[in-house]
């Protein structure tokens, strides 16, 4: 079945990296995505990247993909506290539509 | 901004009532996704429409049902409202495209808070 893993909370000291990671078990996954959530808002969309490539990076976001190990992560560079938020990593497979399986989340939380 | 707007954006009903939220795409957006976010969860998709016909229904009842309207307007209707269906409602809106493809990135809405007594 389609199933989508985040870890729950990760903390960094503002101007470290953050390093968020998700796994998936969709072979079929056409594209995966980065988006952001803060409390009491909507869902903003960081990134996203096309199953046939290893790696995106845009501004302080890198993503990497591991397609045979069905591993994806989100690295932030210079974490500021304005980073703190929920980060949902999301899969949409072939022939799925529109349908997009989120993780849990992870809570990242940036001390100063 | 994505500017897609959902409203309202608070709702406080009670158990067996019935619920319409309403959510305003972006223009030129012909594909819209109604997503159910229970507190500390992820989304869960609820379905889809694409040029105002369902396109993918995820794991609701049929007590969950949309309409999607020609103005980029569209709705999401709630009947015999329980307990379990507290949570944040967000809508999607994307360019469309069966197939998929960049075009087919979801923008969301800031959602709809509904609470169920």
């Known amino acids: 079945g389609e199933d989508v893993e985040q870890s729950l909370f990760l903390s960094v000291r503002e101007g470290d990296s953050s390093v968020i990671n998700c796994t998936y078990t969709?072979?079929?996954?056409?594209?995966l995505y980065w988006y952001k959530q803060e409390p009491g808002a909507g869902l903003q969309l960081l990134t996203y990247i096309f199953s046939n490539m290893d790696m995106k990076q845009d501004q302080r976001l890198t993503v990497l993909l591991n397609k045979k190990d069905k591993h994806l992560s989100l690295r932030i560079a210079d974490t500021q506290t304005g980073d703190s938020a929920i980060y949902f990593c999301a899969e949409r497979g072939y022939n799925q539509g529109g349908k997009l399986i989120f993780g849990q989340g992870t809570e990242l939380s940036v001390k100063p | 901004e994505t500017g897609v707007t959902q409203s309202p954006t608070h709702l406080i009903k009670t158990r067996g009532q019935q619920v319409t939220l309403r959510c305003s795409s972006q223009?030129?957006?012909?594909?819209v996704s109604w997503y159910q976010q229970a507190l500390g969860q992820g989304p869960q998709f609820i379905f889809q429409?694409?040029?105002?016909?369902?396109?993918g229904r995820g794991n609701f009842p049929p007590r969950f049902s949309g309409l999607q309207f020609p103005n980029y307007s569209s709705e999401l209707n709630v009947n015999a409202l329980e307990l379990d269906d507290s949570a944040l409602y967000l809508c999607a809106s994307s360019l469309g495209g069966l197939a998929g493809g960049p075009g087919d990135t979801q923008y969301f809405g800031p959602g709809t808070r509904l609470t169920v007594l």
């Open positions: 429409y694409y040029r105002e016909e369902e396109n």
């Open positions: 223009s030129g957006h012909n594909t």
């Open positions: 969709d072979s079929s996954s056409t594209y």
